[in-house]
């Protein structure tokens, strides 16, 4: 019996079958043979006999999720998925079910040696996994770029590793909270290596001067977060009920929000929808500014057309193969798929011609569809998509029917989770004089249009964060941290009066690019300062990366644009009255949190101790991200009735929540309190329990050591810190707010959305 009924999926694309099926069929058996994938024991087990091959049918997804690919090419991309599926059923068969984590390590240590980004494999393979690996390795590498190649190796790396947190979690019975869980299934899940795939199947490689911006990150990772959910839900019950897993997202929200199976699964639906309605949205709205921005030539225009519309084959594609695998949680599927107007297997769509086949005028069929061209093209079941497209309307409208200024009546802030105790810095006071004399200096108080006055700065007492963020800074250390939060602050709350009431986007992209200039890395600013917001900026570029060496500069740089980059993503969705895509909103709230710029400075506070690539790790990294997520969480809470009454904004945790689970305010109020707490108590186990680990499997001295115990304690004093702020600071206070709110003279129906954004920290 299933442990529930499978929700109905949002898939606005059509699937479509690749003509070369049967042939990738006959040649992925030959090779898994080959590679001794089929029958042969592992370790006195079977990981395959030809059943268990035949039925999962690995030929069919590639076929639909690569529909126009040629022959040799879909025999190629069809080995690719057959080895990263042995490779999954093999660490389970071997390292899972009896948990070994010191053998996993080292079986997985052996297999970066076969996928070399330079020069031939040289590694001698010892098992089927490294056979394969190092086979396919040499058959793809020779017709991609060394960008491509760098990003592919990395992506097929964390696919392997990080199957040690999966490990991990199951040998210590730890299951993993909702935003760790989304963070690592990329890495561990292997959407993004697929990605890389779709570059490879449709030859159509992302320009590499924009492969690392924002909306190509985001195309790659609401790719994958769709691809993991919708395989999450269709997988429960072989990976929970029999494999005793725990990286499922089905299990994840059952038990994070205490309900039932059922309602988790359609919970997990609804947010699978909202990353693919992100993914459009991206794609319609974000990638075509990316391209003009940057000059992309009609080459690289095509380029990352063909991927976006083959990462669109992939999702419709991989839902039709889940629904007929036998690997997979499917009862009833295929039938309504059918009635649903879906071809049978093998077979084009009810009046369609196949791929390649005369159409009734003695044309030939096309083999490609126009991106997000809606619901037309062959293998289409016009009727299915339609209904997907009306029965998930609810949801997409709702994230832009929200009315701002709201009144939100009576709040019920949820219990604050804080093990930490509380230090400030002896020179608090100095630093408050010191703090407005800066700000005076800049011209802050005398700017039109007049954003602040000095009684308010004085009265958002940004020393006081400063001086809890770290208290043992010297005195010219906290004057430095208190300007940048007065700097952060002040742009934060600029951008969206000055820009966000006009609709400017145009005035805020040249504003943008002009305190860039500012930020030189190997030269003079490439222009003169004339604003407060300007030589604010240029004032601390000078005092903080002045000293530093190049490359620290040049990290510092690109920290401080990740900032000044996501006020635009603010403006973007305040424009448009959107509420954020729940996942989107949390990686966001990072860079409009500031957190870029913190750690970067945080790094170079510690020296050489700590080899960079320790920094890299996911240890570091879940470290970092969830005493982050902890801290604009707790902002958030403080801030909701200031932002969603009095500024009308739409970036705020608890309407995000409010707005995807469609619950009460009470509700989304209790369930950010219990994210806080899930990520403060990840936080604390990261640092007792995985902390001690990293440093004994990199063999770190004593020195990097003591750097890292020393970097833990500075992220548990900005915690402290910040709630100390929260608390005493009248910013949110309902007096406060109506006072300012009359001071400034606007209604609040006139008000744009203001917030307080540091560069530590951005304090809505």
């Not at 038990?255 to 794609?283: M, P, Y």
């Amino acid at each position: 019996m299933q442990p529930f009924q499978q929700p109905e999926f949002y898939m606005p694309y059509p699937a479509r079958l690749n003509p070369n099926l049967e042939r990738a069929r006959d040649h992925s058996k030959t090779w898994a043979y080959a590679m001794d994938m089929i029958d042969v024991p592992q370790e006195g087990t079977i990981i395959w006999d030809e059943n268990d091959f035949d039925s999962h049918d690995y030929a069919l997804l590639c076929a639909y999720t690569h529909p126009d690919a040629d022959g040799p090419m879909l025999d190629l991309i069809t080995d690719w998925y057959v080895w990263v599926f042995y490779f999954d059923d093999h660490f389970v068969e071997l390292y899972k079910r009896n948990p070994d984590l010191a053998g996993a390590k080292e079986y997985l240590d052996r297999l970066p040696a076969f996928m070399p980004v330079e020069g031939p494999v040289t590694a001698e393979p010892a098992n089927p996994v490294e056979r394969g690996l190092a086979d396919l390795w040499q058959r793809t590498v020779p017709a991609r770029t060394a960008d491509w190649r760098r990003r592919y190796a990395e992506n097929t790396k964390h696919l392997l590793d990080e199957s040690l947190w999966e490990l991990s979690n199951i040998s210590r019975n730890r299951l993993s909270n909702p935003i760790e869980y989304i963070e690592m299934r990329r890495k561990v899940g292997g959407a993004p290596w697929s990605a890389n795939l779709v570059e490879h199947a449709v030859d159509a490689e992302v320009p590499a001067a924009i492969a690392a911006e924002r909306p190509m990150q985001v195309l790659r990772d609401t790719f994958s977060d769709a691809v993991h959910l919708r395989n999450d839900l269709f997988s429960y019950q072989r990976e929970v009920q029999d494999e005793g897993e725990l990286s499922n997202s089905v299990l994840v929200f059952e038990e994070f929000l205490g309900c039932s199976t059922q309602q988790a699964a359609d919970t997990v639906n609804d947010l699978l929808t909202s990353r693919l309605h992100q993914f459009e949205h991206t794609a319609l709205t974000e990638v075509p500014a990316l391209l003009d921005d940057n000059g992309v030539d009609p080459q690289g225009r095509l380029a990352v057309l063909g991927y976006v519309k083959g990462l669109q084959d992939w999702q419709s594609g991989g839902q039709e193969w889940h629904i007929r695998s036998s690997r997979y949680m499917n009862e009833g599927l295929v039938e309504q798929s059918a009635l649903a107007g879906q071809p049978a297997l093998g077979q084009p769509a009810l009046g369609q011609p196949g791929v390649g086949q005369p159409t009734p005028d003695g044309h030939t069929a096309p083999a490609a569809q126009p991106v997000l061209g809606g619901p037309t093209g062959l293998g289409t079941s016009a009727a299915r998509i339609v209904h997907s497209l009306v029965s998930t309307a609810p949801q997409r409208i709702r994230s832009f029917s929200h009315v701002p200024y709201e009144p939100v009546g009576p709040i019920r802030m949820p219990e604050i989770y804080m093990p930490f105790d509380l230090a400030l810095s002896p020179h608090l006071d100095d630093c408050r004089e010191n703090t407005a004399a800066w700000a005076r200096a800049m011209g802050i108080f005398d700017d039109v249009p007049r954003i602040w006055d000095e009684d308010q700065m004085r009265g958002y007492d940004l020393p006081l964060c400063s001086a809890g963020l770290d208290p043992d800074a010297t005195p010219e250390e906290l004057d430095l941290s208190a300007a940048w939060l007065t700097w952060g602050t002040y742009g934060d709350d600029y951008y969206p009066r000055v820009f966000g009431r006009t609709f400017d986007m145009a005035g805020a992209r040249a504003c943008t690019a002009r305190l860039k200039e500012l930020m030189p890395v190997e030269s003079v600013p490439a222009t003169a300062p004339v604003t407060p917001l300007e030589r604010g900026l240029a004032d601390l570029w000078e005092r903080t990366a002045g000293p530093m060496p190049v490359e620290a500069r040049r990290r510092f740089r690109a920290a401080v644009d990740t900032m000044i980059d996501s006020w635009l993503w603010e403006l973007h969705n305040q424009h448009l009255n959107r509420i954020p895509d729940p996942v989107d909103y949390f990686e966001m709230r990072r860079r409009t949190f500031g957190s870029d710029l913190t750690i970067s400075l945080a790094k170079f506070s510690h020296g050489e101790a700590v080899p960079p690539e320790i920094y890299r790790t996911r240890t570091i990294r879940n470290m970092e991200n969830s005493a982050i997520d902890y801290a604009t969480m707790l902002n958030d809470v403080f801030s909701y009735r200031k932002e969603i009454e009095y500024e009308g904004e739409v970036h705020n945790s608890v309407l995000v929540v409010r707005n995807f689970l469609d619950c009460d305010q009470d509700r989304a109020f209790d369930i950010v309190g219990d994210l806080m707490t899930a990520r403060m108590k990840q936080f604390q186990y990261t640092v007792d329990d995985e902390l001690p680990v990293l440093c004994e499997d990199f063999g770190l001295s004593d020195e990097a050591r003591a750097m890292l115990t020393r970097y833990a304690a500075e992220l548990r004093d900005w915690m402290a810190g910040i709630l100390n702020w929260h608390r005493e600071c009248v910013r949110y206070k309902d007096e406060d707010l109506r006072h300012d709110a009359v001071s400034h003279g606007l209604s609040a129906l006139l008000r744009g959305p203001s917030g307080l954004g540091t560069a530590a920290v951005e304090l809505r």
